[in-house]
T-cell receptor, first 111, second 115 residues
Framework: DAKTTQPTSMDCAEGRAANLPCNHS???????VYWYRQIHSQGPQYIIH???NNETNEMASLIITEDRKSSTLILPHATLRDTAVYYC????????????FGKGTSLLVTP | EAGVAQSPRYKIIEKRQSVAFWCNPI?????LYWYQQILGQGPKLLIQ????????DSQLPKDRFSAERLKGVDSTLKIQPAKLEDSAVYLC?????????????FGPGTRLTVT
């Protein structure tokens, strides 16, 4: 799996958009970008993934740059419940292997 | 649908004692994972099962950790003897099959404190 770099921590005001960046400059052509989050005292939860096109679901949007060397997870209207650690992982779509988590970004949403 | 169940939720033991954790994955999920999460770090895979066979145990400290998944359903993870550095949250996860391993469902974890 390609290596990823994320900021250690970020703050966001409730109701504003939270934009979480991830650098993955060594990503290969067939590797996808996956995002997970881990709320305190819970296990990680899958959010979204994409290859090169922007993706959106009910939880978030994923913007991948044209050169695919970086991406941004967007939570359009952050709530206090979005306070969590967010992990960016790069891997092949049908990889049969476990998830390789880094340290992630600790997002604090404030009132 | 019921989620991944784990027990106990919390355990405190002294070093050199033994401990066992139990996991019941989501019904029908063939792949089961055990992760160790030390405070401030992301989860790290200990062992991955496909049905009742081991797929990856390269990061399992085999001198003290063991795991089994009899009948390809429930799984137990054992530590014997425990060390102080084993203090962590032990997470169990399952996925429908290996090729959908990105969509893993995690249990609540067992928080182990070794004193």
């Amino acid at each position: 799996d390609a290596k990823t770099t994320q900021p250690t921590s970020m703050d966001c005001a409730e109701g504003r958009a939270a934009n979480l960046p991830c650098n993955h400059s060594t990503i290969s052509g067939n590797e996808y970008v996956y995002w997970y989050r881990q709320i305190h005292s819970q296990g990680p939860q899958y959010i979204i993934h994409g290859l090169k096109n922007n993706e959106t679901n009910e939880m978030a949007s994923l913007i991948i740059t044209e050169d695919r060397k970086s991406s941004t997870l967007i939570l359009p209207h952050a709530t206090l419940r979005d306070t969590a650690v967010y992990y960016c992982i790069v891997r092949f779509e049908n990889s049969g292997y476990a998830l390789n988590f880094g340290k992630g970004t600790s997002l604090l949403v404030t009132p | 649908e019921a989620g991944v169940a784990q027990s106990p939720r919390y355990k405190i033991i002294e070093k050199r004692q033994s401990v066992a954790f139990w996991c019941n994955p989501i019904s029908g999920h063939a792949t089961l994972y055990w992760y160790q999460q030390i405070l401030g770090q992301g989860p790290k895979l200990l062992i991955q099962f496909q049905n009742n066979g081991v797929v990856d145990d390269s990061q399992l400290p085999k001198d003290r950790f063991s795991a089994e998944r009899l009948k390809g359903v429930d799984s137990t993870l054992k530590i014997q003897p425990a060390k102080l550095e084993d203090s962590a949250v032990y997470l169990c996860a399952s996925s429908f099959r290996r090729t959908s391993s990105y969509e893993q469902y995690f249990g609540p974890g067992t928080r182990l404190t070794v004193t």
